[in-house]
T-cell receptor, first 115, second 113 residues
Framework: SAVISQKPSRDICQRGTSLTIQCQVD?????MFWYRQQPGQSLTLIAT?????????ESGFVIDKFPISRPNLTFSTLTVSNMSPEDSSIYLC????????????FGQGTRLTVV | QKEVEQNSGPLSVPEGAIASLNCTYS??????FFWYRQYSGKSPELIMS????GDKEDGRFTAQLNKASQYVSLLIRDSQPSDSATYLC?????????????FGSGTRLSIRP
């Protein structure tokens, strides 16, 4: 299966600043997804990123707060903007391929702490 | 109603027994279904995927799908302590470029020696 390299693996940021998380896939994937996982919780989908089109955001997430780029089929970034302590979480990117997403695989995650 | 529902557990099963994990989903048009295992502090890893009604076996794991009942389950035979983890049910919802993978809340499984 494909491998996603996600970085940074962790960061501590000051409130009001922004952090950009990068995901690099070692093969081309049709879809990439960004999730947030708060402590003890499951994964909440932030947005879906297709190459060459605007990301599709889930309810409760907006582009101004979480801008996403998908310049090609192997790379995507998520920016967490104007951070507050409530943004402290693990952020995960995922790639999926095929009509039925025969395999959806994850990066290692970014553990973000906002102070 | 949540899109993907699971019992949060914890589910405690003796070593060597069968662990049964259940999941229901709301979108009747969903086409593909996944079970992930997540150890504490780690990313989810895919265990099984299933697309057709019936059973799919892979080693000690069997996924079962019933689209009419909107129900998917995972059986783990001969449970081992290393199976202790959170199991996440995920469903591919939507069509084509509008597809998205939605996760349930996860079931914590504990295998007791």
């Amino acid at each position: 299966s494909a491998v996603i390299s996600q970085k940074p693996s962790r960061d501590i940021c000051q409130r009001g600043t922004s952090l950009t998380i990068q995901c690099q896939v070692d093969s081309q994937v049709t879809m990439m997804f960004w999730y947030r996982q708060q402590p003890g919780q499951s994964l909440t989908l932030i947005a879906t990123a297709n190459q060459g089109s605007e990301a599709t955001y889930e309810s409760g997430f907006v582009i101004d707060k979480f801008p996403i780029s998908r310049p090609n089929l192997t790379f995507s970034t998520l920016t967490v903007s104007n951070m507050s302590p409530e943004d402290s979480s693990i952020y995960l990117c995922s790639g999926a391929e095929g009509a039925y997403f025969t395999e959806a695989f994850f990066g290692q995650g970014t553990r973000l702490t906002v102070v | 109603q949540k899109e993907v529902e699971q019992n949060s557990g914890p589910l405690s099963v003796p070593e060597g027994a069968i662990a049964s994990l259940n999941c229901t989903y709301s979108d009747r048009g969903s086409q593909s279904f996944f079970w992930y295992r997540q150890y504490s502090g780690k990313s989810p890893e895919l265990i099984m995927s299933i697309y057709s009604n019936g059973d799919k076996e892979d080693g000690r794991f069997t996924a079962q799908l019933n689209k009419a009942s909107q129900y998917v389950s995972l059986l783990i035979r001969d449970s081992q302590p290393s199976d202790s983890a959170t199991y996440l049910c995920a469903v591919n919802m939507g069509v084509s470029s509008a597809s998205k993978i939605i996760f349930g809340s996860g079931t914590r499984l504990s295998i007791r020696p």
